[in-house]
C-alpha cells in the first residue's frame, strides 16, 4: 500500500491564490456583464522590455541553426547570466562569486524546493501575515512553526527575539504583503541572532528593485556577515514582468556552512548545487538571454521606467485612501498597498464587499495570516486606467 503524505491534512483546503481565482470566476460567470479589476494577485500588466524581446528574439534564432543551437544547459545557469547577476549586486556593493547564484524559474519554486537541503528537526520562524508560500512548504515536510507578529507597533516589521529559538527564519524585504522594509540596522539585528543561534536566514528579496532609498538594503548581503547565515531569494517576475517568462536566482555564499543532524559539516552551497543537478534541468536557454538583457543598460532603463509606472499606480491608491481616510502600509518601496479594512469588516468581508459591489479584486490579509484579519492587500500591477477606475469604484462606494 502507498502511503500518502499526512502533513498534507494540515494545509488549508487550496493555496491562497487559487481560492481567490475559483472565488472570481464564479462572480465573473454570474456577471458576465461586469468589469472586473483585478488587484489580487501581484501580476504585472505591461508587457516584457524591447530589450528583453530583441535578446529572446535572437536567442531564438540561435536554436534554429545547427551551429549555435543548445540542448541541455547547466542546471544552474549559464555563466553569462551569473556574470550579469554578479555586476548588478556590485552596483549596490555587494560581491558575490559567480557560483554562489544559481539560475531558477523563480522565487516561488525554490522557496519550496530549498526545504530539501534542511532537515525535518528544524524550527521554523515565520513571520505573520507572510507570503503563504514558507508555511504551506514547511507544513507539507512537517515542521515545527513558530510565528513572530507583524502588527502596527512593530511596522509589521517583527525584530528576533531571543527567548524564541529557531532554527531557519524567513524574512521578505521590501515584504509581502504588508510593502515594509527592514532598515540595514534591522537586518544585522537578525544577522547576530542567526549567528548567535547558527540558525539560517531565507531571505526574498523578490522586490528589491522596488526599493528607492539607497539607505535602504537591497540584499541581505549588504549585511557583511549575512554570508555565513543567510541565502537569497530573488526573482525576475516583479522587477522584470517575468510572472509568466519564469526565472529567478538564489544565492548560496560559500561560507554558509552548517552540521548535519550526525555532526557532519556541510557547505549549503554544494548541497543546494547537488539537490539542483539531480532534481533541476535548468531554465531554458532563450528565457536566460532574455534575463541577461534585464540587466544590460538598456534592459534596466526599461525596466526601471516599467517599475516607475506601477509605483505611480501605487501613488494614485495611495493618494485615494488618503482622502477616504483609510489607514494604509506599504506603497512607496513595493507595490503593495496593506490597508486597515474600513468599517470594522474582517478581510473576507471586505473582500466579498469589494467584489459582489464593485467589482474588485484584492487579497484578504487573513489570508496571510491570523495576523492579517481586518487588514487587506491591493496590488498596484494593474492598468492606469483600471487602478484609477478601482479607486474611484472606492472613493465613491465606501
Ligand atoms: C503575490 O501576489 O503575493 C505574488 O504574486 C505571488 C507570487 O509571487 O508567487
Known sequence: MAFVNDNYCNLKDSYLFSQIAQKVNAYVAEHPEKKVIRMGIGDVTLPLAPAVIDAMQKAVAEMGVKETFRGYGPEQGYDFLHEAIVKYYAGFGVTLASDEIFISDGAKSDCGNITDIFSNANTILIPDPVYPVYLDTNIMCGRKIVYMDGKPENNFLPMPDDSVKADIIYLCSPNNPTGAVYTKEQLEAWVAYALKNDAVILYDAAYEAFVDDPAIPRSIFVVEDARKCAIELCSLSKTAGFTGTRCGYTVVPHALVRK????????????????????????????????????????????????????????????????????FYGGTHSPYIWLQCPQGMSSWEFFDFLLEKLAVVGTPGAGFGAMGEGYFRLSAFGSRENTIEAMERIEKEL
Open 260 to 327: 548535519t543532524e550526525s555532526g557532519k559539516e556541510l557547505e549549503l552551497n554544494k548541497m543546494w548545487l547537488r539537490r539542483q543537478t539531480t532534481k533541476f534541468n535548468g531554465v531554458p536557454y532563450i528565457i536566460q538571454r532574455g534575463a541577461e538583457a534585464v540587466f544590460s543598460e538598456q534592459g534596466q532603463k526599461e525596466c526601471r521606467e516599467m517599475l516607475a509606472f506601477y509605483k505611480e499606480n501605487a501613488r494614485i491608491m495611495a493618494e485615494g485612501l488618503r482622502r477616504k481616510g483609510i489607514k
